[in-house]
């Protein structure tokens, strides 16, 4: 009689975990019994506006002779940064359907919160999307798209790149030469001139000098080439001296010129980039030591 009861014990349970499976199978390919849009193929490179709108941002870009601007000011923007924006939208694919109940605030897609983001290729709009947040995990970007009330997720973090003000977005790089290609590099300033030069043997000398420079040049050499500010200025200091640092190379002349330290910084200016900067003390200052400049 236990003999029966343990069998049939057997196969009531075997029969449970056959309905639980068979829900588990059902209720998982229910999941993904529906379509993601499929996007338009869109050419990255040939993508030459960016606009973009969201809280308290509000972006628009345009590519000339291969290099991003920032509208209407006309800097340039920080060709890296802009480079991985028009990639990720061009090509943008939904990986999976979150929602279709309408709870936009939940995702940050209601009208308050998300980024809408226009790709065009010269009038002609290519990509529109809306962005909100990002994933629990950080993998995932919530999205939509015009005439579609659903949610999907893309991989990326894509608000990290488009809630940026422009002064983020702006290029930071001032100056780049080959660095194998410097040839000569003089100092100016208001009592006097110093020049260093590169012989046929890679060696760096001083004019006027027989003390050893080759060490030290070529220890600020990686400082100049490339030189990144830290900040923007409005205008650059309106009387005082400043160091002009001529850059000789392969590829031609590079000027930079640099005043006297603030509380920001040093003010600064590259022929390569032409708006007003502010340098680090450090950078700065070991740089100009190289010419023979002496700081307390």
Known sequence: ???????????????????????????????????????QQVDSESIDHITIEGPDTSLDFTRQDEAWLINPEGWIANQS???????????????????????????NLDETQKFTVKIFSGSELQREIYVGK?????????????????????????????GGQKSAMREKQI?????????KMSMKTDDRVMTMFKDGSGIWHAEGRDDEVDSSIKAAIPM????RCTGFLESLPASGFSWTIDIQTTEGNVLLEVWPETA????????????????TSYTTEKILETFGVVFE
Request: zero cysteines; glycine letters at 6%.
């Open 264 to 279: 920001e910084g040093y003010p600064a200016r590259s022929s390569q980039n032409g708006y007003p900067v502010l340098l």
């Open 1 to 39: 009689m236990n003999k029966l009861k343990t069998w049939r014990e057997l196969i009531i349970l075997a029969a449970i975990a056959a309905v639980l499976l068979l829900y588990i199978i059902y209720r998982t390919a229910g999941n993904i019994n529906y379509e993601l849009p499929v996007l």
């Open 224 to 227: 100049l080439s490339p030189l």
């Open 134 to 162: 990002v994933s629990s995990s950080g993998i995932y970007t919530y999205v939509m798209f015009p005439g579609n009330k659903n949610i999907y997720s893309v991989r990326g973090d894509l608000p990290s790149r488009f």
């Open 81 to 107: 940064m802009l480079k991985t924006i028009t990639s990720a939208v061009a090509n943008l694919k939904p990986a999976d359907l979150i929602s279709s109940s309408g709870a936009l605030s939940k995702y």
């Open 175 to 183: 100056l780049s030469v080959p660095r194998d290609g410097i040839l």
